[in-house]
């Protein structure tokens, strides 16, 4: 079993810093790609960045420019680092990790964690 946790979260002014950070553990064999989400009040859970174990990123047009993803695949953890947040970034992030564990197929989850921009 895979077990994921976001860390990082919390209450930040308009144009401030945060960094967030999820570890994965457990009996991981491999991982293929790791994504953050988000799910502001109202709205459809929605695809922030994610990254690949090659290290190809890609973002949501909302956040280029402004927030970046890396990993360290050594210790199975993904971080976003997010700058000049805007209150229409207040939303639970999630962390998603898929790999393999034990030959199977792996899609983990995470708690979430508070993200609110406000002054």
């Known amino acids: 079993q895979v077990q994921v946790v976001e860390s990082g979260g919390g209450l930040v002014q308009p144009g401030g810093s945060l960094r967030l950070s999820c570890a994965a553990s457990?009996?991981?064999?491999?991982?293929?790609?790791m994504h953050w989400y988000r799910q502001a009040p109202g709205k459809e859970r929605e695809v922030v960045a994610y990254?690949?174990?090659?290290?190809?990123?890609n973002y949501a047009d909302s956040v280029k420019g402004r927030f970046i993803i890396s990993s360290d695949n050594a210790k199975n953890t993904v971080y976003l680092q997010m700058n000049s947040l805007k209150p229409e970034d207040t939303a639970v992030y999630y962390c998603?990790?898929?790999?393999?564990?034990?030959?199977?197929?792996?899609?983990?989850w995470g708690q979430g964690t508070q993200v609110t921009v406000s002054s």
């Open positions: 457990g009996s991981i064999s491999s991982v293929a790609a």
């Open positions: 990254i690949t174990q090659g290290g190809r990123t």
């Open positions: 998603n990790i898929r790999g393999e564990t034990m030959m199977i197929d792996f899609n983990s």
